[in-house]
Nanobody, 123 residues
């Protein structure tokens, strides 16, 4: 059984900062990529940032220079430091893990998702 638990969302004023955390638990044999996606009201889900096991990162153009993704492989955790937040960053943020899980005698490789955490940027 896989569980991704997110924390750190909330309400912040423009220009403020938040730090999101996500810890993945379960019978992971390997985790390849961890990342954060978001869905704003009326919009499709989009990639915010991702990081590979070796630390290579990828960011959406809209967050480059403001957001920083990091991970702790020993804890199966991924973090998103969000600085200089803007109202357009308001969305539900979802943790994503791409990895392999043992289910009995079967190995399942795919994407696993957290339940989402709300980030609201408003004055």
């Amino acid at each position: 059984q896989v569980q991704l638990v997110e924390s750190g969302g909330g309400l912040v004023q423009p220009g403020g900062s938040l730090r999101l955390s996500c810890v993945a638990s379960g019978r992971f044999l390997s985790i390849i990529t961890m990342g954060w996606y978001r869905r704003a009201p009326g919009k499709e889900r989009e990639l915010v940032a991702s990081i590979t096991r070796l630390g290579s990162t990828n960011y959406a153009d809209s967050v480059k220079g403001r957001f920083t993704i990091s991970r702790d492989n020993a804890k199966n955790a991924v973090y998103l430091q969000m600085n200089s937040l803007k109202p357009e960053d308001t969305a539900v943020y979802y943790c994503n893990v791409n990895g392999t899980v043992r289910a009995g005698t079967t190995l399942l490789t795919g994407d696993y998702w957290g339940q989402g955490t709300q980030v609201a940027v408003s004055s």
